[in-house]
């Protein structure tokens, strides 16, 4: 089969179109033919070894997993003797997690990593949910346990968490508020943001609003500036952090470290969002999307010869929403 594959850490360059074997499946393993794929952040991270100090659990010299690629949809072609959930020529969606390998024609997954695909959505979208989508629920759910009624602000609103959160916030009944740039500004307003903070105009650190929940997805501003508008009783969602320029150290890992250090001195509630990918987040994202509550956003498609292009839009052009490969 044809798969995206990568032997050092780099720059777009360093990933290769090659053929290598079709995956076996193991007992509680589904094997997928790949419809699509979605870009994320994290594809961007694990590609540049950026941060470096991540490179201790990615792999020193080179990502441990070959294969490029998280977010799938597709068909499933055979599954192992263990799996019940699925069958040959379902329609599921899913993450890979750490795994990797979705840049791929096949991929096997974990029986417990797959869902049926959303019965309204095509491929495309459908491979936009699963990292974006559960990371948005973790988020504002999870941890951020957001409310009917509370004012929600999205720092990074555009970006492919961002505009699932929005629309999220929305369902749960939040007052909303984006924080984007100019280009952005109908979009965000269009997925139901009830406020837009244009950030090249104006400091939403200055806003004279207070927010229950401050959702964070950049990691661009300090501590400081985020905890300045929420509520006495307000809560601070960390998530790492999106593509940035330049190598780093430590990256948006120094932001949530600092806030892992303050979060016991303060009244503030501050949380460090880690996700994990598995079938009942895609299950809830399934039932939003079927009710028309949820809609991925999709910036552009590529072919997956062209993923290295791909990821060179994504990491320089400002990629709003998701960037999507079709297989």
């Known amino acids: 089969m044809k798969a995206i594959v990568q032997d050092r850490y780099g720059p777009p360059d360093t990933l290769k179109i090659a053929d290598v074997e079709v995956p076996v499946p193991a007992a509680d393993e589904v094997l997928v033919r790949v419809e699509a794929a979605a870009l994320n952040a994290y594809d961007w991270h694990v590609m540049r070894g950026d941060p470096r100090m991540a490179r201790l659990t990615m792999g020193r010299s080179r990502p441990r997993a070959r294969i490029r690629g998280r977010d799938f949809a597709g068909r499933v072609e055979a599954v192992g003797t263990h799996v019940r959930q699925v069958r040959p020529g379902d329609a599921v969606f899913g993450d890979l997690g750490d795994a990797n390998g979705a840049f791929a024609e096949y991929v096997c997954v974990p029986d417990a990593l797959v869902a049926p695909m959303p019965a309204n959505l095509t491929p495309q979208q459908a491979a936009a949910l699963p990292l974006a989508g559960i990371t948005a629920l973790m988020g504002l759910c999870d941890v951020g346990r957001v409310e009917s009624g509370h004012h929600v602000l999205v720092n990074g609103a555009s970006g492919g968490v961002g505009t699932l959160a929005v629309q999220l916030a929305k369902v749960i009944g939040a007052t909303v508020t984006g924080v984007c740039s100019t280009r952005n500004v109908d979009l965000v307003r269009s997925l139901g943001a009830d406020h837009v903070v244009d950030y ?3 400091d939403f ?9 401050v959702f964070d997805l950049v990691g661009n501003r300090s ?27 430590i990256g948006p890992v120094g932001l949530i470290a600092r806030g892992r250090l303050l979060a016991p001195f303060v009244r503030h509630r501050i949380v460090i969002l880690t996700t994990a990918p598995g079938r ?37 052009e400002h990629a709003r929403a998701k960037v999507v490969i079709t297989v």
């Open 223 to 249: 501590l400081t500036a985020l905890r300045r508008v929420l509520t006495p009783s307000g809560t601070l969602v960390l998530s790492g952090g999106g593509v940035y320029r330049g190598g780093s150290l």
């Open 200 to 202: 090249t105009r104006d």
């Open 280 to 316: 009942q987040h895609l299950d809830t994202l399934r039932a939003h999307a079927e009710a028309g509550r949820l809609t991925p956003v999709i910036d552009r498609t590529y072919p997956l010869h062209e993923v290295p292009r791909a990821m060179r839009y994504l990491e320089g």
């Open 205 to 213: 650190a200055h806003d004279t609003r207070r927010f229950d929940v």
